[in-house]
Nanobody, 126 residues
Framework: QVQLVESGGGSVQAGGSLRLSCVAS????????MGWFRQAPGKEREGVAA????????YYADSVKGRFTISQDNAKNTVYLQMNSLKPEDTAMYYC???????????????????WGQGTQVTVSS
């Protein structure tokens, strides 16, 4: 099993920043890709960003490119999502996920990930 715990969510005004953290524990070798997803009320869960933990390759949804950065600290088994220039449409519950994926994708696929955290709420006001 792999356990994932997210933190760092909160309420900010548009244009602000937040950094989300996801700490992984357990059999972390059972995953090679860590992703961040988000789900707004009434909407489907969507992929935001992903990082392949071996080589460090990163991928982003078009909606967050240039604003969000995913990174990792292997020594701490932690993945981060730095979110800058936040917009009201970024408001959602953000989830961390882990899985074994082929390189190049489909990193955005919800069903590609076996392990999920409980989520952390991000609210951006205008």
């Amino acid at each position: 099993q792999v356990q994932l715990v997210e933190s760092g969510g909160g309420s900010v005004q548009a244009g602000g920043s937040l950094r989300l953290s996801c700490v992984a524990s357990g059999y972390t070798y059972r995953s090679n890709c860590m992703g961040w997803f988000r789900q707004a009320p009434g909407k489907e869960r969507e992929g935001v960003a992903a990082i392949y933990t071996g080589g460090g390759s990163t991928y982003y949804a078009d909606s967050v490119k240039g604003r969000f950065t995913i990174s990792q600290d292997n020594a701490k088994n932690t993945v981060y999502l730095q979110m800058n220039s936040l917009k009201p449409e970024d408001t959602a519950m953000y989830y961390c996920a882990a899985g074994i994926l082929p390189h190049g994708g489909p990193w955005w696929g919800v069903y590609e990930y076996r392990y999920w955290g409980q989520g952390t709420q991000v609210t951006v006001s205008s």
